[in-house]
């Protein structure tokens, strides 16, 4: 049964640097070297300040995970709604900070069911956001959709990004730019070159 105790409030400040730190130590150290004494000093806060926002570790993981997909969903969101949609989804889903912290989350999840589950969640929300909107845009594009459905489409162009951010993480780097440069020929046959003035700033 969960602890009834009553914990910090979710916008507290330093709820907030808590997160900010387990992240920290997620890039720079892995999720193996999480503690709740390694978070409280990388936040220059006491240890029990950690059980008084968060009930566990997995609480902490959790809301570290739930803010920074709730985040992604907004970005994706007005990338989607761009008038490149393709190329913003493109360079949304190419981005390697996030896919590095996403690695160390995925790592955690192989040992944590919940986590596990929530990763899945928020990846089929994902999914079915990208879908909706492209699924306009293959009509809208005339796309000959016996060679890429929207479903198709979408996969590619995220699953191609996501190895390849992955992959830089690790420092590998051996036919990234000939992936790059295919997924981006067929974008632009699309939409035209990446007007730059259209990236959020």
């Known amino acids: 049964m969960a602890s009834s105790r009553r914990l910090g409030a979710p916008d507290a400040k330093n709820r907030a640097v808590l997160l900010d730190a387990t992240e920290r130590l997620l890039l720079e150290e892995g999720y193996a070297a999480v503690s709740s004494r390694r978070v409280a000093a990388a936040a220059g806060l006491k240890p029990q300040l950690v059980h008084y926002y968060f009930r566990s570790m997995d609480e902490l993981f959790m809301a570290v995970l739930q803010r920074r997909s709730e985040e992604a969903l907004r970005y994706q969101a007005e ?19 996030p896919s590095s912290l996403t690695m160390e989350l995925v790592g955690l999840a192989s040992q944590r069911k919940t986590i596990r589950a929530e990763i899945a969640r928020y990846a089929d929300q994902f999914r079915r956001d990208q879908l909706e909107v492209v699924s306009d845009l293959v009509r809208r594009y005339e796309v000959d959709t016996d060679e890429f459905s929207a479903g198709a ?13 992955m992959e830089k993480a690790l420092g590998m780097s051996t036919g ?19 007007d730059v003035s259209l990236r959020p700033s």
Do not use: K, N
């Open 79 to 97: 990338a989607l709604a761009s008038p490149q949609p393709l190329w913003a989804l493109w360079e949304f889903s190419t981005e390697l900070e």
């Open 153 to 165: 489409l979408v996969v590619i162009m995220t699953g191609v990004s996501r190895i390849i951010m």
């Open 176 to 194: 990234h730019d000939d992936a790059l440069a295919l997924v981006e020929r067929h974008i632009e046959r699309l939409e035209g070159p990446r």
